[in-house]
C-alpha cells in the first residue's frame, strides 16, 4: 500500500479535498412535495432498461436523511461536497412556475453544508431532464437549452448569495451518445442526427446557463464537468492508432473543443453524415470563458480499427488486466496524462477532479465493518497520479472521490457500489468503509491533522 502520509504532503494544504452525488441517485422523494416526473423516473419503467426494473425511488432517502450525510462528510473530513440539483424539483415542467418547496430544500441543505464548514459544489444538470422537456422535444430541441438558462438563473439567484462555485453540465457526452445514440441511458434514443444535436444544444445550454448564472451574480466560478475515457490503441498497428485517435475526435474532443478552441471536429461530422444545427452566435456562447474544469475519469478505453464498422470504424473495449466491478479496467497513468493535455492542449482554467472512484461488491464482515482493499488501492494510485501530474504543473486543486454513498447506479439499479459509505438499503444505515477511513487519514494528513 502507499505511504499516504507521504502522499497527503504532496497536496497543498489549500487542495479542496470532497466527495460526490448526484441528486437523482441519491434522494428519493420523486413525488414528494411538488417534484415533477424526471426522464430518468421514465426510463425505468421500461421493461429491461434498468436493472430489476429499479428506480431512484427510494435510493438512499437522502431528501429526508441529509443531516446524516452531512455526519459523514464531516466524519470523513471532507471540505466540499459535489451534489447535483434535480431541475423537476425546482420547475416541475421545466420551465414556468417555480416549485418553493423545492428551492427551500436545498437552501437549507446548503445552509447545513455551511454550518458543518463544507463548502457546497453544486452542480446544475446532472442528467434528470423533466420530462416535460422531454415530451417537448428534450435536448434535440434548441427550446431546452434557453429553458437551461432559465432554470440556471432561478438556482443561482436563490442560492448564488452562499455558493461560489457551480458547474452547469455533468458529463454531457453521458446525455447525448447514451442518452440519445446508444439508447443506453435516459431517455433511451436512438438517433445518431438527435444525439448529435443534443449534444450541441447542451452545449448551448452550457454557456447561456454561464451568462446567465453570471448575470444574476456577479462573483461567482462557472466550470463544466466533462468524463473522459483516453483512448488507446489495441495494437500497434497504423490502423488501429489511428481509430484510437478518431475515437478521441468523438469523445474528447468533441465536447472540450467547442468549449475552449470554439469550434467542432470537422473529421467528426464528415463520417457521422450529420448536420450539426449550428446558429450565427453559438460558438461564441458554448466558448464563454470559464472559472475551473472538473473531470470525471474511471478508465481508458482499448480502441481497435473495426473496417466492417460506419462512421468512426472503432471497435471500443476495455483494456486487459484488473478490472472493477462494473469491468472497467484499471489505469491511473491515462489520468495523469490527460490532465497535463487539459494543461497543454486546451489551456483549461484551474482543475477539479469532480469524479473518480471504483465499485467493488462489498459485504458487511461479522465484526460490522467494510473491508474494501481495492478500493483504497484504486484511489490511492489515482492519488498518486493526481499528484504527479501537480509536479508536472498541471493546477489542480481538488478532488471528489466517488461516491459518498453507494447508491442508484444509472442503468445498473442497486447493483453496484461506488460508496465510500456502505448503505443498507433496507434501513438505509450509513457505515463508513474501510476506503473511507483511509481516504479520511490521509484528507487529514495533507492539511496538516
Not at 459544489?121 to 422537456?133: E, G, I, R, S
Not at 499528484?387 to 442497486?414: C, H, K, P, Q, T
Amino acid at each position: 500500500m502507499v505511504d499516504q502520509v507521504a502522499l497527503a504532503r504532496r497536496f497543498p494544504k489549500s487542495f479542496t479535498w470532497g466527495f460526490g452525488t448526484a441528486a437523482y441517485q441519491i434522494e428519493g422523494a420523486t413525488k414528494e412535495d411538488g417534484r415533477g416526473e424526471s426522464i430518468w423516473d421514465r426510463f425505468a419503467t421500461i421493461p429491461g432498461k434498468t436493472h430489476n426494473g429499479e428506480s431512484g425511488e427510494p435510493a438512499c432517502d437522502s431528501y429526508h436523511r441529509w443531516r446524516e450525510d452531512i455526519a459523514v462528510l464531516k466524519e470523513l473530513g471532507a471540505t466540499a461536497y459535489r451534489f447535483s440539483i434535480a431541475w423537476p424539483r425546482i420547475l416541475p415542467d421545466g420551465t414556468g412556475a417555480v416549485n418553493p418547496k423545492g428551492l427551500a430544500w436545498y437552501e437549507q441543505f446548503v445552509d447545513g453544508l455551511l454550518e458543518a464548514g463544507i463548502e457546497p459544489f453544486p452542480t446544475l444538470y446532472h442528467w434528470d431532464l423533466p420530462q416535460a422537456l422531454q415530451d417537448r422535444g428534450g435536448w434535440p430541441s434548441r427550446d431546452t437549452a434557453h429553458a437551461f438558462a432559465d432554470y440556471a438563473s432561478v438556482v443561482v439567484g436563490a442560492l448564488g448569495d452562499r455558493v461560489t462555485r457551480w458547474s452547469t453540465l455533468n458529463e454531457p457526452l453521458c446525455s447525448a451518445w447514451l442518452g440519445y445514440l446508444s439508447g443506453d441511458m435516459a431517455p433511451g434514443i436512438e438517433d445518431a442526427q438527435a444525439a448529435f444535436s443534443a449534444s450541441h444544444h447542451l452545449l448551448l445550454g452550457h454557456g447561456l446557463a454561464v451568462r446567465a448564472a453570471r448575470a444574476a451574480r456577479p462573483n461567482l466560478e462557472m466550470g463544466i464537468v466533462m468524463n473522459v475515457g483516453p483512448a488507446i490503441p489495441a495494437s500497434d498497428s497504423p490502423e488501429d492508432r489511428d481509430a484510437a485517435r478518431r475515437a478521441d475526435l468523438t469523445d474528447s474532443h468533441w465536447f472540450h473543443d467547442p468549449v475552449y478552441l470554439g469550434s467542432y471536429p470537422q473529421e467528426v461530422i464528415d463520417f457521422s453524415g450529420v448536420t450539426m444545427p449550428i446558429q450565427s452566435d453559438d460558438m461564441k456562447i458554448i466558448s464563454e470563458r470559464l472559472d475551473w474544469h472538473g473531470l470525471n475519469y474511471y478508465f481508458p478505453a482499448k480502441i481497435a480499427d473495426d473496417p466492417s464498422g460506419d462512421g468512426a470504424r472503432t471497435h471500443w473495449g476495455h483494456i486487459d488486466g484488473p478490472k472493477t466491478d462494473m469491468g472497467w479496467g484499471i489505469n491511473a497513468s491515462v489520468m495523469r496524462d490527460f490532465l497535463i493535455k487539459l494543461k497543454t492542449h486546451w489551456k483549461t482554467p484551474k482543475i477539479y477532479i469532480t469524479e473518480n472512484g471504483s465499485a467493488w461488491p462489498d459485504t458487511v464482515a461479522p465484526d460490522g465493518r467494510i473491508y474494501d482493499p481495492e478500493r483504497e488501492q484504486y484511489l490511492m494510485e489515482h492519488l498518486s497520479a493526481a499528484a504527479e501530474a501537480i509536479e508536472a504543473g498541471v493546477d489542480l486543486r481538488g478532488y471528489f472521490g466517488w461516491s459518498l454513498l453507494d447508491n442508484y447506479e444509472w442503468a445498473y439499479g442497486y447493483a453496484k457500489r461506488f460508496g465510500y459509505a456502505y448503505v443498507d438499503y433496507p434501513t438505509q444505515t450509513r457505515t463508513i468503509k474501510e476506503s473511507g477511513r483511509a481516504f479520511s487519514r490521509l484528507i487529514r494528513a495533507s492539511r496538516g491533522g
